[in-house]
């Protein structure tokens, strides 16, 4: 059974930062790609960045680009997701994501193992 932990939330002013981590148990098809995704209150789960296991990252939702980062540690079954310059439309719940089956790297669907979330908040 695949577990994914999240730690790294809590709340900010706008424009600050946080640096949210993801711990993988060990399932390889939980750490080939893994990623992070987001739902605010009534909203839809969205993906916000993906990575493969070399550390090539595989795209980052239009609105987060240049302000998070993605990236990763095999030795250690880590991911990480750093948030600067953080907005108020950026809380949310965050999720960590493994296992990926295919189609859009950020769509929700096209992954089987998530984590239990954190929550960002944002004023």
């Known amino acids: 059974h695949v577990q994914l932990v999240e730690s790294g939330g809590g709340s900010v002013q706008a424009g600050g930062s946080l640096s949210l981590s993801c711990t993988a148990s060990?399932?390889?098809?939980?750490?080939?790609?893994m990623g992070w995704f987001r739902q605010a209150p009534g909203k839809e789960c969205e993906g916000v960045a993906t990575?493969?296991?070399?550390?090539?990252?595989?795209d980052y939702h239009a609105s987060v680009k240049g302000r998070f980062a993605i990236s990763r540690d095999n030795a250690n079954n880590m991911e990480w997701l750093q948030m600067n310059s953080l907005k108020p439309e950026d809380t949310g719940m965050y999720y960590c994501?493994?296992?990926?089956?295919?189609?859009?790297?950020?769509?929700?669907?096209?992954?089987?193992?998530w984590g239990q979330g954190t929550q960002v908040t944002v004023s």
């Open positions: 990575i493969l296991s070399g550390g090539r990252v595989t």
């Open positions: 994501a493994g296992g990926y089956k295919g189609g859009s790297y950020l769509a929700p669907s096209a992954w089987t193992y």
């Open positions: 060990e399932f390889s098809d939980a750490r080939v790609c």
